[in-house]
């Protein structure tokens, strides 16, 4: 069992910064594939960001460039710092965690789920 934990939303206006990190508990966190998933009103959700077990990044096309995931194994922590923001990034981002990176990152079908943080950023 992974319980996961969001903290660092908040509002911020267009070309600012924010932080996401996500606790998790449980020993075997370095296992699992990690990804930053958001979603806005009536939209889909969608991939932001995501990190293998192995330390192995991808991101979505709108936030490459911008948005760096990271993990620490030793604090069991995955973060998402988020640069250069648009109102476009406004949305609810969760944290998920998967034994299967690949479902993950293909159909978005996490072993766990955080409660999410908002995020919002004002022209």
């Known amino acids: 069992q992974v319980q996961l934990v969001e903290s660092g939303g908040g509002l911020v206006q267009a070309g600012g910064s924010l932080r996401l990190s996500c606790a998790a508990s449980g020993r075997t966190f370095s296992a699992y594939a990690m990804g930053w998933f958001r979603q806005a009103p009536g939209k889909e959700r969608e991939l932001v960001a995501y990190i293998s077990s192995g330390g192995i990044t991808d991101y979505a096309d709108s936030v490459k460039g911008r948005f760096t995931i990271s993990r620490d194994n030793e604090k069991n922590t995955v973060s998402l710092q988020m640069n250069s923001l648009k109102p476009e990034d406004t949305a609810g981002y969760y944290c998920?965690?998967?034994?299967?990176?690949?479902?993950?990152?293909?159909?978005?079908?996490?072993?766990?789920w955080g409660q999410g943080t908002q995020v919002t950023v004002s022209s």
């Open positions: 998920a965690a998967a034994i299967s990176g690949y479902h993950l990152r293909t159909v978005g079908r996490g072993d766990y």
